[in-house]
């Protein structure tokens, strides 16, 4: 295959890192916790309360979000701080509701 026609095809890491991305964010709780990340770092405890679920089901997407490299964490003492893990996430969530909200009609 020449070089030309080898960048028209995503490398197989690249396709199967962007697939785990986009599973991370296909259940509802976790775009929930994104969201309140979003808007500031929080502890599970403060993510529990902002949302309304338990403590054992936000420690579990939380892992998952962590393996996905969305979320990262840093303990304060004894608490650990959650936080989106980068700008990317932040860009990646606004064209996602931007985009949701202009082919669906909403506002």
């Given at each position: 295959m020449s070089e030309?026609?080898?960048?028209?095809?995503?490398?197989?890491?690249?396709?199967e890192d962007v697939v785990n991305l986009f599973q991370a964010f296909s259940n509802k709780t976790r775009l929930n916790i994104?969201?309140?990340?979003?808007?500031?770092?929080?502890?599970?405890?403060?993510?529990?309360?902002k949302l309304d679920v338990s403590q054992s089901a936000i420690s579990h997407q939380l892992r998952r979000l962590k393996l996905a490299r969305l979320v990262t964490n840093k303990r304060e003492g004894r608490k650990i701080?959650?936080?989106?893990?980068?700008h990317h996430i932040h860009d990646i969530f606004d064209l996602a509701i931007e985009h949701v909200?202009?082919?669906?009609h909403y506002e």
């Open positions: 030309k026609n080898e960048n028209l095809i995503l490398n197989e890491q690249i396709k994104l969201f309140v990340l979003k808007q500031q770092p929080l502890t599970v405890t403060e993510i529990c309360e701080i959650y936080t989106l893990a980068d909200k202009e082919i669906y």
